[in-house]
């Protein structure tokens, strides 16, 4: 299972070549995205057509939630590096998510993600 973060997503939703031709090299392999990806994604749409292009994305990935569980580590996370390093909340949860299901982070947002510890991103393409 291949777990993105929104900004691939971004880039395969702008037709952007290098995230469509790696996305299409997955062939069977099963897309994720974290629950919280799905709604960023959502809440960047400016019209009802974008959020039906989105939407009609999502319907055909497997969107993955925290538990409560992963979500105190989160929120451990998150009070132990947003001061510090800056680390956003929706960041915090979606690292931990990461984690908790054992998948590597597809994302260019590395610096985002480099103060959780045990999270381990990958970059998918060249920008």
């Known amino acids: 299972m291949i777990l993105l973060d929104s900004d691939i997503m971004i880039d395969f939703l702008r037709k ?10 997955l062939g069977e392999e099963e897309i994720a995205l974290p629950g919280y990806v799905a709604m960023e994604l959502m809440q960047g749409c400016r019209n009802k057509l974008e959020l039906q292009e989105i939407r009609k994305f999502i319907a055909n990935v497997e969107v993955i939630w925290p538990t409560p569980e992963t979500c105190d580590q989160a929120l451990e996370t998150f009070a132990g590096y947003n001061l510090s390093h800056n680390l956003g909340l929706i960041d915090a ?10 998948l590597p982070l597809h994302t260019f ?3 985002h993600y480099a103060v959780i510890p045990g ?3 990958i970059q998918p ?3």
């Not at 952007?16 to 090299?25: Q, R, V």
């Not at 949860?93 to 054992?102: N, P, V």
């Open 16 to 25: 952007y070549s290098p995230a469509i031709s790696w996305l299409s090299s």
């Open 93 to 102: 949860l979606i690292g931990q998510t990461s984690i908790a299901f054992g």
């Open 109 to 111: 947002n590395v610096k």
């Open 119 to 121: 999270l381990i991103t």
């Open 125 to 127: 393409y060249k920008r």
